[in-house]
Each structure stands twice: as structure tokens, then as C-alpha cells.
């Protein structure tokens, strides 16, 4: 234990679980500030495709992940510190792709099957995270084809991948522990 560091595992349960309330807090917050930040935020429009944007939106969401995961195998808490990267993680990645269908909807019109403001485009995104795919809204173009693809793909690497690297790294944490 490093000097001047807490040992969390000495601290009164009231007071262990009041600090994960508040990491809980703090995730559900980021959340928030990532979902109103989509909705809210004034967008420009330079007339090219938004692939750069995905593609560092993406890049974005990978340095999150690794951030978190390396957070998680340093916590005295690593399962709140898991639920805490899932809470701020996935709104992030939907908000990467709720962006980008709204930017090429609105660039080029003919690339989905009717008009997306940004709460269909963001209910598209959950659509196909959640592999439902009512089928009201459509990818028509390429590159909106392209753009559901990789985030079907992202889908499959955040939920099995990723959710299998944290709960990987949280075991990992508390076998240390012991």
C-alpha cells in the first residue's frame, strides 16, 4: 500500500458503500452529459461523409475502454468500476453512431429510407445495438450500409468482447486481492 492511500477494505461497510454509490453517480452522470451533449450540441455540416468522424469517435471509445479497464485492475472496487465503464462506454459508442447516421441523413438524404432527425437517428442506433431491427428505418446508400455494419460488428465486439475483458479484469483484481 502505497503512503497516504486508503485501504478501502478497512473502511465501515457504510462508508465502502457510499463511495461505490458515488463512482455509480459519477458513471450515470458521464452518461447523462454524453446523451444531452448529442441531443444538445450545435453540429456543422463541411459536406463530406462523416467517416473520419466515425473513425475517431471509434478511436475515442477504444481509449475510454482502455482507460476504464486499466482503472478497473487498480480499483478497491472493480465491479462498480465495470458497471461505471458499461454506464459511460455504451452511451458513448451509441452517441459515436447516433451522430454519424444523423450527419450522413442529413449530408446526403437518400442514405437511409426516410428523413433522421437526431432522436431517430438515435433510436435507429439502439435498434440495431439492441438486434432488433423493426425495419421502419433502412440503410439505403453504401456508406450507410458500411456505417450499420461496422456498428453490427462493434455490437458483437462490445457486448462479448468487451463485457468479457471486464469481467476478466475485475476477477483478475480480486484474485489479487486475496
Known amino acids: 500500500m502505497k503512503d497516504g492511500a486508503i485501504d478501502y477494505r478497512q473502511l ?3 462508508a465502502r458503500r457510499r463511495l461505490a454509490v458515488v463512482s ?7 452518461s447523462f452529459v454524453i446523451v444531452a451533449g448529442y441531443f444538445l450540441l450545435p453540429l456543422r455540416l463541411d459536406g463530406r461523409m462523416p467517416v473520419a468522424g466515425l473513425a475517431s469517435g471509434l478511436v475515442v471509445v477504444g481509449l475510454v475502454l482502455g482507460w476504464q479497464i486499466r482503472q478497473i485492475s487498480r480499483s478497491p472496487h472493480p465491479r462498480v468500476r465495470a458497471i461505471g465503464a458499461l454506464a459511460t462506454s455504451v452511451p458513448l459508442f451509441l452517441a459515436v453512431f447516433a451522430l454519424t447516421y444523423f450527419l450522413m441523413a442529413r449530408i446526403q438524404p437518400a442514405s437511409f429510407s426516410e428523413h433522421l432527425s437526431r432522436l431517430d437517428a438515435a433510436y435507429y442506433t439502439v435498434t440495431i445495438f439492441a438486434t432488433v431491427g423493426f425495419g421502419d428505418i433502412v440503410p439505403v446508400s453504401g456508406p450507410a450500409r458500411v456505417a450499420t455494419t461496422v456498428q453490427m460488428l ?7 468482447l468487451v463485457a468479457r475483458v471486464l469481467v476478466g479484469v475485475v476477477n483478475q483484481n480480486l484474485d489479487r486481492r486475496k
Open 154 to 160: 462493434g455490437d458483437l465486439a462490445l457486448v462479448g
Open 12 to 14: 465501515p461497510q457504510p
Open 24 to 30: 455509480l453517480l459519477r458513471s450515470l452522470l458521464v
